[in-house]
């Protein structure tokens, strides 16, 4: 049988509120009444989200366009009918500017209501479809161009298929920067939650304190500055998927909370002495190693095992650079796009410096790379950067020097990385001027002696190319 439709009456006066009660209750909805608006924003306030309200514009203490204002603010989404003894205009507008969806005058007919009622239904109806359009555009991008680019990528959309219509925490693990939120989204879309929200949390923005408030709530005078009730996270994603992102930088008493939200499905919020019910998918991921916070105390083991019914690993872009043209081209139409911009495609140099790069930002810098090279239209320049990027990762990160996991060093790799994008775009640079040095030496923005010096290096003579690599072998990533 279908849910009845839920409407909260809110006027002065109680023989209108009667009326309309026993009207609206003959149809079959589940009418609540209040006489003014304080009662109807502390309703809201506490997270009772009714399917319509109906609002008189004319009341004592609090009138309904400043209720109307105040519903607005705590959510624009809720579906309003005002309700006046007066028709004048300035009022009308006013109304609907606040986010009011019609305007009836008293006294009115029955008809009109419905009239009313539906169109509201009509723009809740409108409104869910534009966003399930807009979340399956998403949906569309980051298949193609984010899971399904590489084996592993591949492999981890068909977990995605296979986890996401089963109704359990999953925990994804991974580096900063790799797509944790693309695939927690992924498992949104692909759910049985879809139409409802998605709420992401970063547990690592807020101290303790204010997490905990963030994603519980709190009630009005709950602590010095809670002059009102405001709902959490957690009542926000009701029906819907919460994504707790970097939860192992959640304080340990506050993981003890959550746990206890998981097991029973209600929580209390600050201040409040009622246990609020959640039906909430929880999704939770972190970049920091959880066996090794688990051993210093950092993170709860039965949260973990909690959390952890499923769980997804993304890699590092070092270990799918396939999909760097992919991403690569992603990024470029989505910036030219974006600026109105026209770039050329990559030079082959350029992109072979960026499959060999290895991306510690990962998606995230690789996107930043990007959107420069959008911006400034400069091929030459881009290479020039990819190599100052790498050289700065050489001097700044010599201790990743003993987590590589080849033969060479980092030093060797970036020195080899910068030799042979070197060679290459010398060697560019030279058939593209018929090998005139000096025509070659003014594209390449470097001096004369510097190119005959950079040619003996590198052993490319007149017209043949390169003989040899140079002396260190290139590793291949990926």
């Not at 246990?275 to 970049?287: G, I």
């Not at 790379?369 to 990819?386: A, T």
Request: charged fraction near 30%; glycine fraction near 6%.
């Amino acid at each position: 049988m279908a849910e009845k439709e839920r409407i909260l009456v809110v006027d002065d006066e109680p023989s209108i509120r009667k009326y309309l009660q026993t009207l609206l209750e003959v149809d079959g909805y589940q009418v609540e009444t209040v006489a003014s608006g304080k009662e109807a924003l502390e309703r809201i306030g506490a997270g009772e989200r009714p399917d319509f309200i109906i609002l008189d514009v004319l009341m004592e203490e609090m009138d309904g366009l400043e209720t109307l204002r105040e519903m607005m603010q705590i959510d624009p989404t809720l579906n309003v009918i005002m309700l006046s003894c007066s028709n004048e205009v300035g009022t009308v507008v006013e109304a609907i500017r606040l986010g009011a969806y019609d305007y009836l005058t008293k006294p009115f007919e029955k008809s009109e209501l419905d009239a009313a009622m539906l169109k509201c239904r009509q723009k809740r109806q409108l409104r869910a479809e534009n966003q399930a359009l807009r979340e399956y555009c998403e949906q569309l991008t980051e298949d193609l161009c984010f899971l399904a680019a590489s084996p592993q990528m591949v492999k981890i959309r068909q977990q995605i298929l296979q986890i996401a219509p089963v109704d359990v925490p999953v925990f994804i693990s991974g580096e900063s920067g790799v797509g944790k939120e693309v695939v927690a989204r992924m498992i949104h879309l692909r759910s049985p939650r879809a139409h409802q929200p998605f709420v992401k949390v970063n547990c690592a923005a807020l101290p303790g304190e204010l997490l905990e408030s963030e994603l519980f709530g709190y009630e009005q005078g709950a602590f010095t500055g809670a002059v009102r009730a405001k709902p959490g996270k957690f009542e926000l994603a009701n029906k819907g998927t919460i994504f707790l992102d970097e939860i192992a930088e959640m304080p340990t008493h506050l993981q003890a909370k959550l746990l206890h939200v998981l097991q029973d499905n209600q929580f209390s919020r600050l201040g409040g002495r009622h246990l609020v019910h959640s039906d909430v998918r929880v999704l939770a991921a972190t970049n920091v190693n959880v066996r090794e916070a688990i051993r210093c105390g950092r993170f709860r083991e039965d949260l973990y095992y909690r959390l952890n019914v499923f769980s997804i690993h993304v890699p590092p872009l070092r270990e799918r650079a396939r999909e760097i043209p992919v991403l690569f081209q992603h990024f470029l139409e989505k910036y030219a796009d974006k600026y109105n911009k026209h770039p050329r495609r990559p030079s082959s140099h350029l992109m072979e410096a960026a499959m060999r790069y290895p991306w510690p930002g990962n998606l995230r810098e690789l996107e930043n790379f990007v959107k420069r090279y959008v911006i400034l239209e400069d091929d030459e320049s881009s290479f020039r950067e990819l190599l100052e990027m790498a050289a700065t990762r050489q001097r700044t990160s010599p201790r990743e020097e003993s987590a590589q996991p080849r033969e060479q060093g980092l030093k060797e790799l970036v020195r080899s990385l910068k030799d042979e994008a070197e060679m290459e775009a010398i060697a560019d640079a030279l058939e593209k001027t018929n090998w005139s040095r000096k025509e070659a030496a003014r594209l390449l923005g470097i001096s004369y002696k510097a190119l005959l010096y950079k040619m003996r290096q590198f052993k490319l003579d007149g017209g043949r190319g390169p003989r040899s690599s140079p002396t260190t072998p290139i590793p291949r990533t990926g």
